[in-house]
């Protein structure tokens, strides 16, 4: 039972994850343009560390596995007053033999706050979430006319990018992405408990994990991975029968099923937080003003 609940949560659980990255990138992005440069460089190095320490004490977490990266909010609400320093622009180079160059380069110690950069990360990854839950219904869209189309309807499915700004077609190809990489995982898991299908199994995790693994990342194509999955001739292999339509109509199947699932959880994502952001308030509450 145990097994069962925690394979459905799965998908939200690296849903998660996804949303975390995706909003650490975004407030990186925001903080650049403001020209924000101590807020930018603290939040990138603290990432960078969170994540490298997170895949030293999870070793075992491959593709299939979350780190749980939404504690990052409790490792920044942690961290003390930060001084970044600020390199000064230096209108003209100096060759390295010149003797009025500087050794040490100029520049200013800045103050950061965590906990404001905490507070802004929420702001952030609520708007994602919230931007994430509105695709849903054209993700889902795509899928069911991809179906159709491999079912034998007239119509053709459109591309899952198209007609979309350059940040929605990134975020709706990261979606699918994981959609169909979770779908194809649990087919192959499935499949390596007949054992008259190891064969078949072992070609669907090489053909679709491996060799196409570049279609279910961020700058991939699920469009493209399915229709070079239907391009595959349909043949035998190890005695069982591989048939690519209905492989792919079948991971059409699941990642609906699985899209259903992340999008249920991304509607609590401020719930997910909560105790980060209770002990935010409860933080400024207690600090003691001039």
Not at 125 to 142: S, T, Y
Not at 220 to 227: A, E, I, P, Q, T
Not at 252 to 262: D, G, P, Y
């Amino acid at each position: 039972m145990f097994v069962q609940q925690a394979a459905a949560l799965q998908p939200a659980m690296i849903a998660r994850d996804a949303l975390m990255q995706r909003s650490v990138e975004q407030q990186l992005h925001a903080f650049k343009a403001v020209y924000a440069q101590p807020q930018q460089l603290y939040l990138s190095q603290a990432w960078t560390d969170f994540l490298d320490t997170s895949r030293k004490e999870r070793p075992m977490m491959g593709a299939e596995g979350n780190l749980e990266l939404t504690s990052f909010f409790g490792h920044l609400q942690r961290s003390p007053t930060a001084k970044i320093f600020i390199p000064k622009k230096s209108f003209r180079s100096l060759s390295p033999g010149n003797p009025y160059l500087q050794k040490a380069p100029e520049g200013t110690y800045e103050e950061v706050h965590p906990r404001s950069i905490t507070l802004r990360l929420m702001r952030c990854r609520e708007g994602v979430a919230v931007d994430w839950i509105d695709m849903m219904p054209a993700l889902e869209g795509w899928l069911e006319l991809g179906k159709k189309r491999e079912r034998g309807a007239p119509e053709p499915a459109p591309s899952p990018t198209a007609a979309a700004s350059e940040v929605s077609a990134f975020d709706r190809q990261l979606l699918l992405g994981m959609a169909t990489r979770l779908a194809t995982r649990a087919m192959v898991r499935e499949l390596s408990l007949r054992p008259s299908c190891d064969k078949l199994c072992e070609w669907l995790k090489s053909y679709l994990l491996v060799e196409h693994a570049a279609d279910l990342e961020a700058n991939g194509s699920v469009d493209r991975l399915h229709d070079n999955l239907l391009d595959q001739p349909m043949c035998i292999r190890g005695g069982a029968l591989v048939d690519p339509l209905s492989i792919s109509l079948e991971i059409f199947e699941r990642s609906s099923l699985i899209l259903e699932v992340i999008e249920k959880d991304l509607e609590q994502a401020p719930q997910h937080v909560i105790t980060f952001t209770s002990s935010y308030l409860e933080a400024c509450l207690n600090t003691p003003t001039d």
